[in-house]
T-cell receptor
């Protein structure tokens, strides 16, 4: 069962930052937050993950609140190719993908 | 960049027929998975495989399903007697669990249509 809550959809203007929120109020101390995305019907693609600290990589930044009950994925300069469904996933074990529950995600529409 | 490859990209079959979906995971990965996504629905975990045996499976993965790693490179999902409700996109994935990548690599999927 998905342990996260995300908005169904969001719009973003091309070139602007896209901020995708996720609530995971029941997260426990050893659970990681992962973000994946799925472009059209392609296989899901890893974006970023974190435990407590904010993380940044070449694709995005992940901001986790101090109480860890919510997080925000930031795409700093969204492009049309970033239009996808974005999934926020809480995993009960680090790097164990046996119970990786994909919820409904947020459909991000990047508009010109 | 290494990738997971799946074949066929699309298969159409008659109800009751056997189907085998094939996957070539990334070469140094040791953990393999099958997920499925019925059109318009969520991505669902089916089964995980490590050290030549199933490590975990979901309720969806009943006796009609089986997985195999017949050689050092392929990882297959077999559906013995397909049903209409097996129509879905099937995704293979692999990981090198144990290293701090946090990444599960997915293939592009095999679309199964059962008529």
């Amino acid at each position: 069962d998905a342990k996260t809550t995300q908005p169904t959809s969001m719009d973003c203007a091309e070139g602007r930052a896209a901020n995708l929120p996720c609530n995971h109020s029941t997260i426990s101390g050893n659970e990681y937050v992962y973000w994946y995305r799925q472009i059209h019907s392609q296989g899901p693609q890893y974006i970023i993950h974190g435990l407590k600290n904010n993380e940044t990589n070449e694709m995005a930044s992940l901001i986790i609140t101090e109480d860890r009950k919510s997080s925000t994925l930031i795409l700093p300069h969204a492009t049309l190719r970033d239009t996808a469904v974005y999934y926020c996933i809480v995993s009960s074990q680090p790097y164990n993908f046996n119970k990786f529950y994909f919820g409904s995600g947020t459909k991000l529409n990047v508009k010109p | 960049e290494p990738e997971v490859t799946q074949t066929p990209s699309h298969q159409v079959t008659q109800m009751g027929q056997e189907v085998i979906l094939r996957c070539v995971p990334i070469s140094n990965h040791l953990y393999f998975y099958w997920y499925r996504q019925i059109l318009g629905q969520k991505v669902e975990f089916l089964v995980s495989f490590y050290n030549n045996e199933i490590s975990e499976k979901s309720e969806i993965f009943d006796d009609q399903f089986s997985v195999e790693r017949p050689d050092g490179s392929n990882f297959t999902l077999k559906i013995r007697s397909t049903k209409l409700e097996d129509s879905a996109m099937y995704f293979c994935a692999s990981s090198d669990q144990g290293k701090e990548t946090g990444e599960l690599f997915f293939g592009e999927g095999s679309r199964l249509t059962v008529l």
